[in-house]
């Protein structure tokens, strides 16, 4: 596979993480574009990451919200202007490894009806025990019984192809901190699949300035939350 790929970063207030996060891949010929999605950033910390992204123009692209939308819009965004088929949305506060893309282009080929999911978000969520399992409408009610896979699904940081996550996205809801489990529910209720793929790891920060724990007590979350999992258990 020598395509060259988009690398989609939705970000907010987090110019040091975001500079870490393309640290090992911002060279990479692999990837053709990096598309920053700022969402209404501070305009101090929105004039550094314009400046930085200068420096590596016309590689990397910047956008910028004229108001704060929240990660699940922010992330369409990205991925809409994302210019090539094949896009890795990744979260601004992890790390992107050159091993992830070796993973990705060692791969045989790519099916536009697969979401390619990582099997180890290091150093604390391990899904390695899914690993290699391609996840189906039919078969995710069933899996959804064993331990922390419910977590697999939400930890995110996939690849696919663009017109397949743009397809499912539904805009007329906010799952606030259940975004990434909102979409693998509706890419499996729409017939698409997810593989757990083996070798595909990143380093995921945990800090107390992440999304999900600024935001997971929002009214609602937890009905939402509980309310989604009951579909993904009833999936046929």
């Known amino acids: 596979m020598m395509q060259q790929i988009s ?5 907010y207030n987090r110019f040091a993480f975001l500079l870490e996060c393309v640290q090992h891949v911002l060279d990479d010929s692999r990837i053709g574009e990096i598309c920053i999605s700022d969402d209404c950033s501070s305009p101090a910390c929105f004039a550094k990451v314009m400046k930085w992204a200068g420096k590596y123009y016309p590689k990397v692209s910047l956008y910028r919200s004229s108001i704060n939308r929240d990660c699940y819009f922010n992330k369409h965004c990205g991925v809409e202007l994302a210019e090539h088929d094949w896009v890795i949305l990744f979260d601004d506060d992890n790390i992107l490894p050159t091993s992830y893309l070796n993973t990705l282009f060692a791969l045989p080929k790519w099916d536009e009806n697969v979401v390619y999911c990582p099997e180890f978000a290091e150093p604390h969520f391990d899904y ?3 690993s290699g399992q391609l996840v189906t409408r039919q078969n995710a009610a069933e899996l959804m019984r064993r ?3 419910s977590t697999t699904l ?4 996939y690849f696919f192809h663009k017109n397949t996550w743009l397809g499912v996205w539904d805009g007329s809801v906010d799952p606030n901190t259940n975004d990434s489990l909102y979409q693998a529910y509706r890419l499996l209720d729409a017939g698409k699949k ?9 380093f995921h920060r945990v800090h107390d300035g992440s999304h999900f724990k600024i935001n997971n007590r929002k009214p609602g979350t937890d009905a939402f939350r509980q309310a989604l999992l009951n579909k993904l258990q009833n999936l046929k």
Do not use: E, Q, S
């Not at 690398?7 to 970000?11: G, H, R």
């Not at 939400?154 to 940081?157: F, G, I, K, L, S």
């Open 7 to 11: 690398l989609v970063i939705p970000t």
């Open 154 to 157: 939400n930890t995110a940081n």
């Open 147 to 149: 331990k922390h896979f």
């Open 194 to 202: 997810l593989y757990i793929t083996p070798g595909l790891r990143y």
């Open 128 to 130: 390695t025990a899914f």
